[in-house]
């Protein structure tokens, strides 16, 4: 196995237990500490490695010499997560992208920073992916489909070829896409809905053929602060 780096990870939650997990046994690089904003810090330690408070990564793993990885769900519609991600960006730090090895990626797919993707998922040919992007286990992303910054896709999802998947969406278990439909930014696509039109942004999609919701939309669904809708 190649050489990897000496990685920082941002969250020691739940996905920052994942993240830990999947970067240790199925990648190169190796997990030195943890870094969490100082509200949310409620250990010390975890998995035997320190964890720091977020102002304090710099100092304790400059980034001429660590790198990160910003280990954050889909909190927000994606807004903590990108949030991190750009901090530490600020910071100077490049951050790492996991790929399981029992993922299948095409020689030509391209697939940006700080994203994360689990077993069993299939990228064809000409597919892109950008950055801080999550690809639960099991989906399917069709040739030419492209996938914007900040993307949630949960487990088993078939998207098409020739598809657009908009900014910070939030694609739910099952979900199905038509070929060359375009999820707009701030979509919200519910379980088992069937997309076959393209949609609008901030709505959330149900159903199949799947429709917007009219009592709420994403930003109220993932409980976005006002100022960052």
């Known amino acids: 196995m190649a050489k990897g780096s000496r990685l920082v990870l941002v969250g020691a939650g739940e996905q920052g237990e994942i993240a830990y997990e999947y970067f240790t046994h199925d ?7 943890f870094a969490v904003e100082p509200q949310f810090r409620e250990q010390d330690e975890l998995f035997g490695l320190p964890v720091i408070d977020l102002d304090e990564i710099a100092e304790r793993f400059p980034p001429d010499t ?17 949030r991190l991600y750009r901090h530490v960006k600020e910071l100077g730090y490049t ?9 299948f990626v095409w020689r030509d797919v391209k697939i940006g920073e700080n994203s994360f993707i689990f077993e069993n998922n299939v990228l064809q040919y000409g597919v892109s992916v950008g950055d801080n992007v999550i690809l639960w286990s099991g989906n399917h ?24 998947i908009g900014r910070s969406s939030f694609l739910g278990v099952n979900s199905c896409f038509a070929d060359k439909t375009t999820v707009a930014e701030d979509c919200v696509v519910g379980a088992g809905a069937v997309v076959v039109k393209n949609t609008e942004p901030g709505l959330v999609y149900i ?7 009219d009592r709420y939309d994403a930003y109220a669904s993932f409980k976005v602060p006002a100022d960052e809708r």
């Open 66 to 82: 660590y790198r990160a990885f910003v280990s954050v769900s889909s909190t927000h519609l994606n807004r903590v997560r990108a």
């Open 27 to 33: 990648s190169p690089h190796e997990v030195v500490g």
């Open 95 to 103: 951050c790492e992208t996991y790929v399981s090895s029992h993922a």
């Open 207 to 213: 159903g199949n053929p799947a429709k917007p919701l």
């Open 141 to 164: 992303v069709g040739h030419q489909t492209s996938i914007a910054d900040d993307v949630f896709v949960s487990s088993h999802v078939v998207i098409s070829g020739f598809c657009e």
